[in-house]
């Protein structure tokens, strides 16, 4: 882009047009279906943990290599910013009650 055309989209671009770009761009990225190796690593991308209420952070080669070798190259769903995996679903759900009783219990800090 020149700089005139630069400009002139700052101009014309309200807050309100960036935010209706931006939910148009999840709504269509939003639900995309692949597997956790084709990820390109340093991109932010975020992966839900089986058993737990984590996630992965796919920030070096090396993370995502670990994953994999420990879950396998599973099916992921994009979820926002975030990717979710149908396989961890139950175990997830399961922690997260396990987790809920703890804290009615003894409450948390």
């Not at 190796?37 to 209420?53: F, Y």
């Not at 979710?84 to 948390?108: D, Q, T």
Request: net charge negative.
């Amino acid at each position: 882009m020149n700089k005139f055309t630069t400009n002139q989209f700052a101009e014309d671009t309200t807050a309100a047009d960036i935010y209706e770009m931006r939910e148009e761009h999840r709504l269509t990225t939003e639900g995309e279906t692949m597997r956790v190796s084709e990820l390109q690593v340093g991109q932010g991308h975020i992966v839900e943990r089986p058993n737990s209420d984590a996630y992965a952070d796919f920030s070096n080669d090396y993370t995502k290599h670990s994953f994999i070798e420990g879950y396998g190259d599973v099916e992921i769903v994009q979820d926002g910013d975030k990717w979710r995996v149908p396989e961890f679903e139950e175990s997830r759900k399961a922690y997260c009650a396990y987790k809920a009783k703890v804290i009615a219990k003894w409450g948390s800090e």
